[in-house]
C-alpha cells in the first residue's frame, strides 16, 4: 500500500500548480493516525505475504499427518490445520493470493470505470444519458447474481475471476470519472487540443485521464478491499480461488467447517482478513478526506 | 405520485426483458447439467428427457416457448435436478423463507442502526459517539461469513442459546438475521448520525431550541425526518447487497430458502432454477428499489417537482 504514496508526491513534481495542494495533502494524511497506522499495517502484512514464498517455499503444503490439528503453540504460532499444515504459512500464502487477486481485480474494474466514465463525460448529449442510465439499471440489479452465472458458465478461472470481480465494481468510479471529466472538457488546455485538431481517441487517452489519475488511485484504495471481500465471498461459496490456492476466503470456508473442534482455523484467517479490510478502509477514506476530493456521488 | 410509480413501472419491464434474455442465453453457452451422471445414460433415455425438457428444440424456439410461458403464466419451467418439480412448486415453498430472513434482517439493521447512529448525533464526540461509531466501522470491515460462523462459534456452540442451524423455532431466527443485518446496521447508522447532524446544525432547530422545545421534541418533529434522508435513499442497495448477502447466511444457518436452491444450482448446474432464482431475485429488486424511491419521495416533498 506503501507503493501509493510515492505516486502522490511524484504527481507534485509533474503538475504545477498543484503542488501546494498534493503537499497539504500530504500533510494532513500524516496527521491522521488511523490512516497511518492502516497503511504501515497493511505494507508489513502485504511484504510478510508477498516475501513467505520466496522464504519458505511450499511451508503451506507440508503436511505432517501425525501432528494433526493442534491449538497455537511456540512451534506453530497460530496452530496447525487438520493435515498438519502450518496455518501462519497458509494464512501467509492466503493473504499474497487474497492481496493479488484484490489488486488484479481493481484494476479491472479502474480500467472499465475510467475509459466508460470518460468516454460518458466527454461525449456528453444522448450518449452520455444512454451510458448513465445503464449504470443506474446495473446499479438496481443484484449484480452478483450474475457474476456467479458467469463463473459457473465458463468455468472458474483465475483470469475470468479478476475479470468477473473487476466487472462488478466499476461503477462508482465511472461515476467519479465521468463528473471529472465533464468539469475538465471545459477548460483552455482541452479547448486548445480540440483547437489543433486532435482526435478524440487521443484528447481522452493523452489528455483527460492522466488528469484523473490522482482521484483514480485514490478511490481505487477503496476498491480493493471491496474487491478482496467479494472475492472472499466467492470463494467461501465455493466460487472462487480454487485448490490447491487457497485465499483467505477458501480459509475461513474451512475454517468454518471445523471450527467446534479447531477454533483458530476460522478465528485467525478471519482476523487476518477484517484487520486488513479495516486497514485499506482507513487509508482509502484518509486519503479521500486528505484530498478532499467531493466527487459526485450521486 | 402516482404517475411516477407507473412511469418506474413502465421503465422496469424492458429492464426485465433484458435480463431474461441475457440469462437465458447465458445458461444456454453451460456446458453439462444435472443429466451429465458418472455412468452414461442409455442414449433412449437420454433422448426422451431431452425431449421432456424441451432441449432438442433449436435454441430460438427453447427461447420463444421459454418466454411464452413465463409471461403469459409466470411459468419458470420444470426443474432439471428434482425431477417432476417445477421451479415454482420449489420456490414457492423457499422463498417466503428467505423473505422473511431477508425482511428480518433489513428491520434488524434499520432499527439498531437508526437508534445507534440518532444517539450519536445527539452525543456528538462523547463516548456516547464513539463507541457506536468504531462498532460501526468494525460491523462495516467484517465480512457476514466470518460473523456468521463466529456468532454460532460463541452464542450456539459456547453459550448454548440458540441453535447452530436450522429453521425451526422463532428464535433461529436471531443469528442468521443479525449476520444479515450487521454491515447495513453498521453503514445506516453512519448515514444516520451524518444526516441528523446536518440538519441539527440547521437554523431552524436552534429557533426551537430558544423556543424552548424539548430535546425529545426536536428530534421526534423537527429533525428525524430530513435526518433520516440518507437512510432512506440507502434502502435500494441495501435490499440488492441483502439478497446477495443471503446467499452465505442461508448456506452458515443451512437455511431452506431460495438462496440455497440458488447456490445448489449453481454446483449442480441446473439451469432452469438458476435462471428462475435470478428472474425472481430482479424483480425483488426491482420492486423494493420503487419502494425505497416512493419512500424517499413522500419523506422529501422537494423531489416531487423533480
Known sequence: MTAEFPNVTQHAGEIEPGHSLWQDAWHRLRQNKLAVIGAVFVALLAIACFLTPVIAPGSYAKTNLALGAKAPSRAHLLGTDVLGRDLLARVLYGGCISLSVGLAGTFVSVVIGVLYGAISGYFGGRLDVILMRIVDII????????????????????????????????????????????????????????????????????????????????YATLIVPSVMLLEAFLSFLGLGVQAPMSSW??????????MEEYPWLLIFPGLCFSLTLFSLNFVGDGLRDALDVRASKD | MLRFILKRFLEAIPVLFIVATLTFFLLHQMKGGPFDTERPMPPEVKKAIYAYYGLDKPVWRQYLNYMERLVLHGDLGMDQKYFGWSVNELLASSLPVSLEL??????????????????????????????????????????????????????????????????????????????????YMAYISRLARGGMLEILNQDFIRTARAKGASEWRIVRKHSLRGGLLPVVTFLGPAV??????????????????????????ASNRDGPMLMGTTLVYAVLVIVMNLAADVMAVWMNPRLRFE
Not at chain 2, 442468521?176 to 454491515?183: Q, V
Not at chain 2, 440488492?240 to 444457518?253: K, M, P, R
Open chain 2, 240 to 265: 440488492s447487497g441483502i439478497v446477495t448477502g443471503s446467499l452465505v447466511v442461508e448456506t452458515i444457518f443451512q437455511i431452506p430458502g431460495a438462496a440455497r436452491f440458488f447456490v445448489n444450482a
Open chain 1, 249 to 258: 476466503g477458501t480459509l475461513i470456508l474451512d475454517g468454518s467447517k471445523n
Open chain 2, 102 to 183: 431477508g425482511l428480518e434482517g433489513l428491520f434488524f439493521a434499520l432499527i439498531f442502526g437508526t437508534i445507534a447512529g440518532v444517539v450519536a448525533s445527539l452525543r456528538k464526540n462523547t463516548f456516547g459517539d464513539y463507541i457506536p461509531m468504531s462498532i460501526a466501522t468494525f460491523g462495516i470491515c467484517i465480512p457476514s461469513f466470518v460473523t456468521g460462523p463466529l456468532l454460532i462459534l460463541v452464542f450456539a456452540l459456547g453459550l448454548g442459546w440458540f441453535n447452530a442451524s436450522g429453521w425451526f423455532f422463532p428464535r433461529d431466527r436471531v443469528l442468521p438475521a443479525m449476520t444479515l443485518g450487521l454491515y
Open chain 1, 139 to 218: 446499479y438496481s440489479l443484484p449484480f452478483v447474481v450474475f457474476v456467479i452465472l458467469v463463473l459457473v458458465v465458463f468455468g472458474q478461472h483465475i483470469i475470468l475471476l479478476f475479470m468477473a470481480l473487476g466487472a462488478v465494481s466499476w461503477l462508482d468510479m465511472a461515476r467519479i470519472i465521468r463528473a471529472q471529466v465533464m468539469a475538465l472538457k471545459k477548460q483552455e488546455f482541452i479547448e486548445a487540443a480540440v483547437a489543433l485538431g486532435l482526435r478524440k481517441r487521443r484528447i481522452i487517452l493523452r489528455h483527460l485521464i492522466p488528469n484523473v489519475l490522482g482521484i483514480v488511485t485514490i
